[in-house]
């Protein structure tokens, strides 16, 4: 296929990007000595990266001469030549290569024959989250191991790598002290991560490629289809409706939680950063907070807690269930998939309170007002969801409610939000086909619909994946971890659900061990969508039909 000077100059600026994330990481190889020699090599490469954008722009042929791709380049090198200046030099060459090879156009040339080796890696739904989350997570583990992210001499790999693995994957389990180690440009950084991990880097992709004017492939349809749920014609109009659902919502909770910090004693800028971090942290049901114990502080101020906890729902739930919820109140028809995730999710939040409050009253809730121990329950139900953040010392709760917060936390949330777990209509769907089995019906019928026996095999699936997920992470951390067995249990399943709550095991852990529990989160984070995208492809042929045959299983 022939190309035209535009195509190979877009080529030549693409290498070009790629190549700048590995001198990134040959970077952290040089000693301390030769830093300079380091950054002057990162700041020459990034420059010619730079021009060679401009380059492409400039030879562009036919369509409107667009000013966007000039301009950001030349705020690029005056940027990155400043940056450069006060030692961020590494930070600011990854970002040029990741940005540029976000915004540089795909070759709508390139016939199947000649896919790049990268293809196989992209041109599946399933392939492309895990390498979408994977690219993230080691972006951010380079950006939390710059010297400016962190206070005092800086943090090791392995502890960067579970932080940045915790921020992207939404779970909030920590081995830092985030507001004492993290400068805030640190605290930043964390900040993206969580709202990349927990949006979806594919998501914000599209939206910003929209906005700028540049179509998808057919491919790049194909695949964001899939992995959204949503039809070609919906696909860009659903995308922006998550965009703009959730920045009204983080908007709205960040100037709300902004005035209680700062009535309660907070300066101004560190209200409003604290109830910024605050609310992306709640929606994005991350967990990370700016105070060293959490949310304990505030668990004399239901007005903070409700707030927080409302983020938490409506991050929990789908932005179209979120927008349904008011005609599922008002007792109104809604979509089945909706009613299911409704209905699960306030079943479980009023049978987490309920037990909370009554198991808890005169352990972790001792001490509270009679009002303080309703919110305060209230909130940990919320917040178990996935959420991680804790209003009380969850280390001393008792043996029952732990194991009704085992049961919470492996749930999670809902589909197409923010929250982990196995989701709440796996459970409903689960639940309705027991009941179903119970009665002695042979189908299940909801709302004179009835759920299909492919629907119902994935729920199964995805249910049984998840238990034995969990029972290899218990043992592998058994095996390696010398703490209780009541805390690893309760931090692998706090970790596959994306939780982030703690019992403490977490800070004790070797190395071994926060890479079990990295991978768990990861897991936890990619599993159930990858699954379900999995169990989803479309095969060749029809498979022959067998006879049935009876097994006694009882």
């Known amino acids: 296929v022939r190309t035209s000077s535009a195509d190979r100059c877009r080529q030549r600026a693409r290498w070009a990007a790629i190549a700048l994330l590995p001198m990134v990481l040959l970077s952290y190889v040089f000693p301390a000595t030769e830093r300079v020699v380091s950054d002057a090599?990162?700041?020459?490469?990034?420059?010619?990266s730079l021009g060679l954008l401009v380059h492409w722009q400039w030879q562009r042929r036919g369509g409107?001469?667009?000013?966007?791709?000039?301009?950001?380049?030349?705020?690029?090198?005056?940027?990155?030549?400043?940056?450069?200046?006060?030692?961020?030099?590494r930070l600011v060459t990854a970002v040029t290569g990741l940005l540029a090879l976000v915004l540089l156009p795909g070759n709508t040339l390139v016939q199947e024959s000649d896919e790049r080796w990268w293809a196989p890696l992209l041109n599946r739904p399933a392939r492309l989250l895990i390498s979408t989350f994977l690219g993230l997570c080691f972006l951010?583990?380079?950006l939390l191991l710059l010297p400016g992210a962190t206070a005092g001499n800086g943090i090791t790999?392995?502890?960067a790598a579970f932080t940045s693995v915790s921020?992207?994957?939404?779970?909030?389990?920590?081995?830092?002290?985030?507001?004492?180690?993290f400068t805030p440009a640190g605290q930043f950084i964390l900040l993206l991560l969580i709202q990349l991990g927990g949006l979806g880097i594919m998501t914000i992709t599209t939206v910003a490629m929209h906005v700028l004017g540049q179509r998808l492939s057919l491919r790049q349809e194909r695949l964001l289809t899939e992995i959204t749920d949503t039809s070609h014609l919906d696909l860009v109009s659903s995308l922006l409706t998550i965009i703009r659902f959730t920045f009204v919502v983080e908007t709205v909770g960040a100037f709300i939680l902004t005035g209680l910090f700062r009535t309660l004693g907070d300066s101004y800028w560190q209200a409003a950063w604290r109830g910024l971090f605050t609310s992306v942290s709640a929606f994005c049901n991350a967990g990370f907070a700016l105070q060293s114990d959490n949310l304990i502080p505030y668990q004399n101020h239901p007005l903070v807690l409700h707030t927080v906890g409302v983020l938490i729902i409506f991050g929990g739930l789908a932005p179209a269930a979120s927008l349904m919820l008011p005609r599922w109140l008002a007792g109104r028809t809604?979509?089945?998939?909706?009613?299911?995730?409704?209905?699960?999710?306030?079943?479980?939040?009023l049978i987490g309170a309920f037990f909370f409050l009554v198991v808890e009253w005169s352990g972790v809730l001792a001490g509270l007002s009679l009002v303080d121990k309703v919110h305060n329950a209230w909130f940990q139900s919320v917040t178990l969801r996935t959420a991680g953040f804790n209003s009380v010392d969850i280390a001393g709760s008792s043996n029952p409610i732990f194991l009704v917060m085992l049961c919470l936390m492996f749930i999670g949330g809902s589909p197409g939000g923010t929250a982990g777990g196995i989701k709440t209509t796996t459970l409903g769907i689960v639940a309705m086909t027991f009941w179903a089995s119970i009665i002695g019906r042979s189908e299940v019928i909801a709302q004179s619909r009835r759920i299909s026996q492919v629907t119902i095999n994935r729920a199964i699936t995805i249910v049984a994946s998840g238990s034995a997920i969990l029972f290899l992470v218990v043992l592998m951390l058994e095996t390696t971890q010398q703490v209780s067995a009541r805390e690893l249990l309760f931090e692998a399943v706090s970790a596959l659900g994306t939780v982030g709550l703690s019992l403490g095991a977490t800070a004790h852990l070797d190395g071994i061990g926060?890479?079990?529990?990295?991978?768990?989160?990861?897991?936890?984070?990619?599993g159930p969508i990858t699954l379900f995208m999995l169990l989803s492809e479309e095969h060749a042929g029809s498979l022959p039909r067998y006879p049935d045959i009876r097994i006694s299983i009882s």
Do not use: E, H, Q
């Open 167 to 181: 921020a992207v994957c939404v779970t909030g389990l920590i081995v830092l002290d985030t507001p004492n180690v």
């Open 157 to 159: 790999t392995i502890d």
């Open 514 to 526: 926060k890479i079990i529990i990295m991978l768990a989160m990861f897991i936890g984070r990619v």
């Open 140 to 142: 951010g583990t380079l």
């Open 64 to 89: 409107r001469i667009r000013l966007f791709w000039p301009l950001l380049s030349a705020v690029a090198v005056v940027g990155s030549i400043v940056a450069f200046m006060s030692g961020y030099a």
């Open 41 to 48: 090599s990162l700041a020459i490469a990034t420059l010619i």
């Open 334 to 349: 809604v979509p089945l998939a909706a009613r299911i995730a409704l209905t699960t999710t306030a079943s479980l939040l």
